[in-house]
Each structure stands twice: as structure tokens, then as C-alpha cells.
């Protein structure tokens, strides 16, 4: 397998490699949140995402890409229908679907998450698109993200960002 394509964005129209797995390692916990922004909260209990991350992008890049797998309510299916980041203008989740020999990416308002079931969010796959950064943003850097479902609960996590390949 290998990978192609541009790192850390993703052209509306680009031919994709197929995805790697990524191995994760150890994660960072929710940290602390901007006080000017609304407190995050229910979500920790019912939600879970593992291994969130934020693939590294070249110097002066306009959009970066970030990962992770999301696990769903014990009790019923739900939805991821935002995500929020004090350091980006704004955070769409995308879908790829494959024409022909292209792999084209969509923005999707909800992301369905079966009950018990988990959604993966990896490279070449299923990724949130953050756009706008604030401030450059380099491996080793840390960043705060908010996630909301339809059950209104909100899960708040520090994302590494991290080279990918690993160097
Ligand atoms: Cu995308």
C-alpha cells in the first residue's frame, strides 16, 4: 500500500489511496476547554472517541485533516452533528465515495452512529476537514475540540497533531 495525494487536505476531486491503519498509541485526555466557550459535559459517559488526531499538514496549508473512532450510545442510535474548535474557522465531517478509479469526498451534516457500533475516521476514509486555522500547527501541538450529538450531549477532547506517515 502506499499513499499519494496531498498531505493533510483533500481537493474536492483527487485520487486517494486506499487507507492505512493507524496504530495508536497512547491518547490524550479531554482537557480543559476556553472559558469563553460553553462548557462541555454529558457526552463523556455515552460517547466515546477514541484516538482523535490531526494529521500534519505542510507549512501555510489552508485546510488540515483530523481522525479518530467515534463509539455510539449503549441504549440507541445517534448522530455526530458538530464539531467545533476554537482553533479552526470551521469543522465539516466527510465522507468518500468512490467514481470509478476517483475517491471524491462530501461534506455530510450527521454522521450515524449505530447503537453500541463505532464509526472510524481514518486517512483515505471517513475524516473531519478543518478548515481556516488560526495558528500554524505542527506535530507535537495539541487541539482543542468540541463534538456534539443529537442527544445534545457534547464531548470535549485535546487532539494531538501528528506526521503522518510516522517519520
Ligand atoms: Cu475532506
Same mark, same amino acid.
Given at each position: 500500500?502506499?499513499?499519494?495525494?496531498?498531505?493533510?487536505?483533500?481537493?474536492?476531486?483527487?485520487?486517494?489511496?486506499?487507507?492505512?491503519?493507524?496504530?495508536?498509541?497512547?491518547?490524550?485526555?479531554?482537557?480543559?476547554?476556553?472559558?469563553?466557550?460553553?462548557?462541555?459535559?454529558?457526552?463523556?459517559?455515552?460517547? /466515546?472517541?477514541?484516538?482523535?488526531?490531526?494529521? $500534519?499538514? !505542510?507549512?501555510?496549508?489552508? =485546510?488540515?485533516?483530523?481522525? @479518530?473512532?467515534? #463509539?455510539?450510545?449503549?441504549?440507541?442510535?445517534?448522530?455526530?452533528?458538530?464539531?467545533?474548535?476554537?482553533?479552526?474557522?470551521?469543522?465539516?465531517?466527510?465522507?468518500?465515495?468512490?467514481?470509478?478509479?476517483?475517491? /471524491?469526498?462530501?461534506?455530510?451534516?450527521?454522521? $450515524?452512529? !449505530?447503537?453500541?457500533?463505532? =464509526?472510524?475516521?481514518?486517512? @483515505?476514509?471517513? #475524516?473531519?476537514?478543518?478548515?481556516?486555522?488560526?495558528?500554524?500547527?505542527?506535530?507535537?501541538?495539541?487541539?482543542?475540540?468540541?463534538?456534539?450529538?443529537?442527544?445534545?450531549?457534547?464531548?470535549?477532547?485535546?487532539?494531538?497533531?501528528?506526521?503522518?506517515?510516522?517519520?
Amino acid at each position: 500500500m502506499k499513499t499519494s495525494g496531498p498531505r493533510g487536505g483533500c481537493p474536492r476531486s483527487n485520487p486517494v489511496l486506499t487507507g492505512l491503519m493507524v496504530t495508536s498509541v497512547a491518547w490524550a485526555m479531554a482537557g480543559t476547554w476556553p472559558a469563553e466557550a460553553k462548557p462541555p459535559a454529558s457526552g463523556a459517559a455515552r460517547w /466515546r472517541i477514541d484516538d482523535p488526531w490531526v494529521r $500534519e499538514a !505542510p507549512p501555510g496549508s489552508r =485546510v488540515l485533516a483530523a481522525y @479518530g473512532t467515534i #463509539h455510539g450510545l449503549p441504549d440507541r442510535p445517534g448522530a455526530l452533528i458538530k464539531v467545533e474548535s476554537p482553533a479552526f474557522g470551521r469543522i465539516e465531517t466527510h465522507a468518500m465515495s468512490r467514481e470509478g478509479s476517483m475517491m /471524491r469526498m462530501k461534506a455530510v451534516p450527521r454522521l $450515524e452512529v !449505530p447503537a453500541r457500533g463505532q =464509526v472510524k475516521l481514518e486517512p @483515505g476514509e471517513w #475524516h473531519w476537514m478543518l478548515y481556516e486555522p488560526r495558528r500554524p500547527l505542527i506535530a507535537g501541538d495539541q487541539v482543542d475540540v468540541v463534538f456534539q450529538f443529537s442527544d445534545g450531549s457534547r464531548l470535549a477532547r485535546k487532539l494531538p497533531v501528528r506526521r503522518y506517515p510516522a517519520p
